[in-house]
């Protein structure tokens, strides 16, 4: 059987670590278990929070959109039923954009909505 030596595999291991650990104040940059321990908290925080920031930016969307609706006498929920019997098909991000930086043609939307409801 032969002889395996895995000091180059290992090496790249630890480089790996605390390359990702760059940065990180005291021994969690430096030292080998404490990188390790700090970079898994890390990766996990970053997975679970690439699925917060798209609740958080949906929340932010209804919001803005809520917004300009009540400035047409109008409450969310009125204006998305309305948009949906008026069969416009656009989504919430692109609804907030325009609320924002075209107020005349959110009007017209509003308009139909309530022609709809």
Request: glycine letters at 4%; proline letters at 2%; hydrophobic letters at 45%.
């Amino acid at each position: 059987m032969p002889r395996v030596k895995k000091a180059v595999k290992s090496r790249e291991r630890r480089k790996k670590v605390l390359a990702a650990a760059k940065g990180y104040r005291g021994g969690r940059g430096t030292l080998l278990r404490s990188a390790t321990e700090t970079v898994d908290r890390a990766l996990k925080f970053a997975y679970r929070d690439r699925k917060v920031r798209k609740r958080d930016f949906r929340s932010l969307w209804i919001m803005r959109i809520n917004a300009a609706a009540r400035l047409h006498d109008l409450s969310y929920s009125k204006l998305m039923n309305g948009l949906k019997k008026a069969n416009v098909t656009l989504d919430r991000k692109a609804l907030a954009n325009l609320a924002a930086t075209n107020p005349e043609a959110f009007a017209e939307l509003a308009r139909l909505a309530k022609e709809a409801a």
